[in-house]
């Protein structure tokens, strides 16, 4: 019923920017939030950042102060700006959203398809 679609992975030098977009499009009522995570190999998947519908933010605590994350709403996109990256932000990043497809209805979780970001140092 929602569809993810990220952009603006890449290849990047230790203390270089990118910014990552996820577009939500379908069946939406409501996104109650979205957000980023990342799983490196060998690892588990881990919530980068956050944006819920009331405008609150959560970052991991590795991130903070490097990564923003950011919402147009007219655009149902919500964007991940990374500065001063470093190797170890290496992984591949998902977009998540929670959404809320007709009203009354309960929110569903979806998940992108993932886009790779690696930080050479």
């Known amino acids: 019923q929602v569809q993810l679609v990220e952009s603006g992975g890449g290849l990047v030098q230790a203390g270089g920017s990118l910014r990552l977009s996820c577009a939500a499009s379908g069946i939406i009522f409501r996104i109650n939030a979205m957000g980023w995570y990342r799983q490196a190999p060998g690892k588990q998947r881990e919530l980068v950042a956050a944006?819920?519908?009331?405008?609150?933010?959560n970052y991991a605590d590795s991130v903070k102060g490097r990564f923003t994350i950011s919402r147009d709403n007219a655009k149902n996109t919500v964007y991940l700006q990374m500065n001063n990256l470093k190797p170890e932000d290496t992984a591949v990043y998902y977009c998540?959203?929670?959404?809320?497809?007709?009203?009354?209805?309960?929110?569903?979780?979806?998940w992108g398809q993932g886009t790779q970001v690696t930080v050479s140092s």
């Open positions: 998540n959203a929670v959404v809320t497809s007709r009203l009354l209805q309960a929110p569903s979780n979806y």
């Open positions: 944006l819920t519908s009331d405008v609150s933010t």
